[in-house]
């Protein structure tokens, strides 16, 4: 199994920046299917952004054009950078590789938007 260290959550004023990292134990360079869930109390997991086997990205309705999702096969890592953020992302963010049938989650970062 893969494992997954998230970092780069924290308390943010509405507005502002973060950009969380995912860094992964093995090489990302063959993984296609990777990205980023999150899950705010209450509420069941969603999609927040993820790379395709097909190569694309998709991302939730509720992020387009303030989420970008990247990585970095060099450092086998992804990356989500979050502007304009609302108080409504407020989650813990988790994210995940899929790889040979099987799905690894990383142990989640607390990204909260207030002021």
């Known amino acids: 199994q893969v494992q997954l260290v998230e970092s780069g959550g924290g308390l943010v004023q509405p507005g502002g920046s973060l950009r969380l990292s995912c860094a992964a134990s093995?090489?990302?360079?063959?993984?296609?299917?990777l990205g980023w869930y999150r899950q705010a109390p209450g509420k069941q997991r969603e999609l927040v952004a993820t790379?395709?086997?097909?190569?694309?990205?998709i991302y939730a309705d509720s992020v387009k054009g303030r989420f970008t999702i990247s990585r970095d096969n060099a450092k086998n890592t992804v990356y989500l950078q979050m502007n304009s953020l609302k108080p409504e992302d407020t989650a813990v963010y988790y994210c995940?590789?899929?790889?040979?049938?099987?799905?690894?989650w990383g142990q989640g970062t607390q990204v909260t938007v207030s002021s």
């Open positions: 995940y590789v899929h790889l040979g049938g099987i799905v690894s």
């Open positions: 093995v090489n990302i360079f063959s993984i296609y299917v």
């Open positions: 790379f395709t086997s097909g190569g694309s990205t």
